[in-house]
């Protein structure tokens, strides 16, 4: 079982965005997500949450499958031409073989089926925040360490200034 809380200190920054077509499971999941992280946008379908995408920054984007104007697999697609590193999770009753396939040649994050598995959806979720987290350590130690080549330059060559 994976400790709610843990997620909840690993999420404290993150922003996500929700696209789902379904308004009643739209906003129960919705205000499951309000619940763990400080920053959540809903969109209620595929065009709309590639514009959201397009004017906003996202740590995580969760996405359902089949909606109206522009399927969750389009949407996914035009988000990675944009940021290839950009972490996805779908959440869909659509299980067909195809989709799931696109996905992973997506590089999406996880598939959660529905009807939502509040237990699956924490371990998916626990997975990718650790990852994020994990990446922005990297980063932030990177930049440390190139300062720090740097200070060690201008101490060794003086003149170089």
Do not use: C, W
Not at 16 to 32: G, I
Not at 43 to 48: M, N
């Amino acid at each position: 079982m994976t400790d709610v809380s843990a997620i909840k200190s690993l999420a404290s920054d993150i922003r996500v965005l929700y696209v789902e077509d379904d308004s009643q499971l739209r906003d129960k999941t919705a205000a499951y997500f309000k619940k763990i992280f400080s920053h959540v946008d809903v969109a209620q379908d595929g065009q709309d949450g590639l514009k959201h995408f397009q004017e906003n920054r996202y740590d995580i984007v969760f996405t359902d499958v089949q909606m109206p104007f522009m399927n969750g697999i389009e949407m996914i697609s035009e988000i990675k031409t944009l940021n290839n590193e950009q972490e996805v999770v779908i959440i869909s009753a659509y299980g067909d073989v195809k989709y799931m396939i696109d996905a992973i040649r997506l590089g999406v994050n996880g598939y959660i089926i529905k009807p939502i598995n509040y237990e699956q959806m924490n371990l998916i979720l626990f997975r990718t925040l650790k990852k994020i987290v994990h990446a922005r350590e990297n980063a932030m130690y990177k930049n440390h360490l190139e300062e720090l080549a740097e200070e060690r330059q201008r101490v060794d060559n003086p003149r170089k200034r």
